[in-house]
T-cell receptor, first 111, second 114 residues
Framework: RKEVEQDPGPFNVPEGATVAFNCTYS??????FFWYRQDCRKEPKLLMS???SGNEDGRFTAQLNRASQYISLLIRDSKLSDSATYLC????????????FGAGTRLFVKA | DTAVSQTPKYLVTQMGNDKSIKCEQN?????MYWYKQDSKKFLKIMFS???????INETVPNRFSPKSPDKAHLNLHINSLELGDSAVYFC?????????????FGSGTQLSVL
């Protein structure tokens, strides 16, 4: 089993749609969780951190479920500019911090 | 001002050559990394340095040798390049500890080995 798994997609959605991505992780000792966004041929950029209580940033909502070991990202009212790859990132502290990236979920938002 | 800058952006070279990629960060972070993103888009950590000391070396061939002259710089030297080394290499930095491990990436170096 991969340490961090994501549905690679692609997700093709119309503008204005709501879309959700899930990500599962295998290390129950994982401590920090993030979503990054990567545009084509660009570097990954932090989208948002993910907290146990859930957090929201505008149209984006992230949730963490420690019991089931997954995190989610919800995008409401999708924009064309949301088209990108969304990377799930999990950090564990087992003998030192280790950052694991998921392979990413590709999102296409169409007019 | 670019927070994490790496050069060159593109690197095309022949098999067997030796090449270097440079990285600098002006964020005052303690930790710097090299990541490799292959054709399948997996981002995998190669090395991590904290205050010039190697803390992570993820089963990378000896042909890859990172060097950190100070905590703001982490360069990557690759000897005897192979076709399989073709990928995008990203430098990154973070401030370690207490959940502050957000990564800031450079714009990447596209390495093509012919």
């Amino acid at each position: 089993r991969k340490e961090v798994e994501q549905d690679p997609g692609p997700f093709n959605v119309p503008e204005g749609a709501t879309v959700a991505f899930n990500c599962t992780y295998s290390n129950s000792a994982s401590q920090s969780f993030f979503w990054y966004r990567q545009d084509c041929r660009k570097e990954p950029k932090l989208l948002m951190s993910v907290y146990s209580s859930g957090n929201e940033d505008g149209r984006f909502t992230a949730q963490l479920n420690r019991a089931s070991q997954y995190i989610s990202l919800l995008i409401r009212d999708s924009k064309l500019s949301d088209s990108a790859t969304y990377l799930c990132v999990v950090i564990g502290n087992t003998g030192g911090f280790k950052t694991i990236f998921g392979a990413g979920t590709r999102l296409f938002v169409k007019a | 001002d670019t927070a994490v800058s790496q050069t060159p952006k593109y690197l095309v070279t022949q098999m067997g050559n030796d090449k270097s990629i440079k990285c600098e960060q002006n964020l005052g972070h303690d930790t710097m990394y090299w990541y490799k993103q292959d054709s399948k888009k997996f981002l995998k950590i190669m090395f991590s340095y904290n205050n010039k000391e190697l803390i992570i070396n993820e089963t990378v061939p000896n042909r890859f040798s990172p060097k950190s002259p100070d905590k703001a710089h982490l360069n990557l030297h690759i000897n005897s390049l192979e076709l399989g080394d073709s990928a995008v290499y990203f430098c990154a930095s973070s401030q370690q500890g207490q959940g502050l491990e957000k990564l800031f990436f450079g714009s990447g170096t596209q390495l093509s080995v012919l």
